[in-house]
Nanobody, 124 residues
Framework: QVQLVESGGGLVQPGGSLRLSCAAS????????RAWFRQAPGKEREFVAT????????LYADSVKGRFTISRDNAKDTVYLQMNSLKAEDTAVYYC?????????????????WGQGTQVTVSS
C-alpha cells in the first residue's frame, strides 16, 4: 500500500504564498508519477501540476502557470507545490496523487493513490 500525506495548507491573503508538501510512504517503488489536483466548492476536481520523479518532466495547468512551481525531493519521497501570487479563485482542497508510471499524467482517472487533501483558502 501507499500512503500520501499532504500538509501546508491554510488561510492566506490575495497575493500571498503557501508551500504544500506531499510525503509518500509504503510501497512507493516505481511510483514516479506524482501530481497535485484541487477541488473548489461546487466544482469538479481539476488538474494543477504533475512531475515525474524519474525524469523530472513537469506540466502545469494554464491557470497556475507562472505562479505555481512543483518540485521533488526524491530522498525524502516528497513532492512540493510552491504557490505564489495566490488569488481567491485558488481557494480549494488540494490533493496529491501518485501512480506507478514514468510518464507525466494529467487526468484524475490515471492516478490510483490519493492523499486526504489540505485546505487552501485565499481571502482578505
Amino acid at each position: 500500500q501507499v500512503q500520501l500525506v499532504e500538509s501546508g495548507g491554510g488561510l492566506v491573503q490575495p497575493g500571498g504564498s503557501l508551500r504544500l508538501s506531499c510525503a509518500a510512504s509504503g510501497r512507493t517503488f516505481r511510483m514516479y508519477a506524482r501530481a497535485w489536483f484541487r477541488q473548489a466548492p461546487g466544482k469538479e476536481r481539476e488538474f494543477v501540476a504533475t512531475i515525474s520523479l524519474r525524469s523530472g518532466s513537469i506540466l502545469y495547468a494554464d491557470s497556475v502557470k507562472g505562479r505555481f512551481t512543483i518540485s521533488r525531493d526524491n530522498a525524502k519521497d516528497t513532492v512540493y507545490l510552491q504557490m505564489n501570487s495566490l488569488k481567491a479563485e485558488d481557494t480549494a482542497v488540494y490533493y496529491c496523487a501518485a501512480r506507478e508510471s514514468t510518464r507525466v499524467l494529467t487526468a484524475q482517472f490515471e492516478y490510483n493513490y490519493w492523499g486526504q487533501g489540505t485546505q487552501v483558502t485565499v481571502s482578505s
